[in-house]
T-cell receptor
Framework: AQSVTQLDSHVSVSEGTPVLLRCNYSSSYSPSLFWYVQHPNKGLQLLLKYTSAATLVKGINGFEAEFKKSETSFHLTKPSAHMSDAAEYFCVVSFNFGNEKLTFGTGTRLTIIP | GAVVSQHPSRVICKSGTSVKIECRSLDFQATTMFWYRQFPKQSLMLMATSNEGSKATYEQGVEKDKFLINHASLTLSTLTVTSAHPEDSSFYIC???????????FGSGTRLTVV
C-alpha cells in the first residue's frame, strides 16, 4: 500500500523568506513522487517529480525537493517566497511500475505575507 | 509539453439531467486516463481509471452507473454524470501522462453545479 502525509495543512511565510512544505510517504515499492500546485478553481500544475534518478530535484519557479529514502521524505523548498506562490500544494506518490494510481496528500495551503 | 484539455470548465445543470465532461490529450496518446473529484478545500480523490478500448476501473464506493466513463480513442475520455443530484456538485479533474518517467498532466477541471 502507498500513502502520503503532508504534515502542515497551512503554512504562512513572509515574502522573500524561505518556504518549506513537508511531505512523508509510505510505499512498498520504489516510488515516484511529485509536487503539484493548484491555484483557486484551476487544475494542477506539475512543479517537479522524482523517478529514481537524482535525489535532489529542481522544478519550476525556483522550487526544489530532496528525496530522502532513510527519512521517507520529499519536502518541497524554495529559497525566497514570492506573492505569486500563494496556492495549494499537493504531494503525490505512485509506483514506478504496474498500477499507475496516484495517491494524493491532503494538501498544504501556502499563504505569503506581504 | 504534454497538454490535457478538459471541457467544459464550468457547467450548471438541473437535478435529474446528465452532464458529459470531456478530457483530451492534445499532443500525446493516452491509453490510460484518470478521473478525480475534489470537494472544497480538500484533496483529490481518484474516482476511476479510464482504459482505452476496455472498461473503466472504479474505486471503491464510486457508483459505476452514475459516473459513466468512456475511453473510445487514445486521445479522448469522457465522464458522464447521470441523473445528477445536488450532492454531485463538485470539481472534477482528469489527468494522463505520455508514459513512464513523465509527470502527470492535469486538465483545468470542471466545476459542476447541480441545482
Amino acid at each position: 500500500a502507498q500513502s502520503v502525509t503532508q504534515l502542515d495543512s497551512h503554512v504562512s511565510v513572509s515574502e522573500g523568506t524561505p518556504v518549506l512544505l513537508r511531505c512523508n510517504y509510505s510505499s512498498s515499492y520504489s516510488p515516484s513522487l511529485f509536487w503539484y500546485v493548484q491555484h483557486p478553481n484551476k487544475g494542477l500544475q506539475l512543479l517537479l517529480k522524482y523517478t529514481s534518478a537524482a535525489t535532489l530535484v529542481k522544478g519550476i519557479n525556483g522550487f526544489e525537493a530532496e528525496f530522502k529514502k532513510s527519512e521517507t521524505s520529499f519536502h518541497l523548498t524554495k529559497p525566497s517566497a514570492h506573492m505569486s506562490d500563494a496556492a495549494e500544494y499537493f504531494c503525490v506518490v505512485s509506483f514506478n511500475f504496474g498500477n499507475e494510481k496516484l495517491t494524493f496528500g491532503t494538501g498544504t495551503r501556502l499563504t505569503i505575507i506581504p | 509539453g504534454a497538454v490535457v484539455s478538459q471541457h467544459p470548465s464550468r457547467v450548471i445543470c438541473k437535478s435529474g439531467t446528465s452532464v458529459k465532461i470531456e478530457c483530451r490529450s492534445l499532443d500525446f496518446q493516452a491509453t490510460t486516463m484518470f478521473w478525480y473529484r475534489q470537494f472544497p478545500k480538500q484533496s483529490l480523490m481518484l474516482m476511476a481509471t479510464s482504459n482505452e478500448g476496455s472498461k473503466a476501473t472504479y474505486e471503491q464506493g464510486v457508483e459505476k452507473d452514475k459516473f459513466l466513463i468512456n475511453h473510445a480513442s487514445l486521445t479522448l475520455s469522457t465522464l458522464t454524470v447521470t441523473s445528477a443530484h445536488p450532492e454531485d456538485s463538485s470539481f472534477y479533474i482528469c489527468s494522463a501522462r505520455p508514459g513512464q518517467g513523465y509527470g502527470y498532466t492535469f486538465g483545468s477541471g470542471t466545476r459542476l453545479t447541480v441545482v
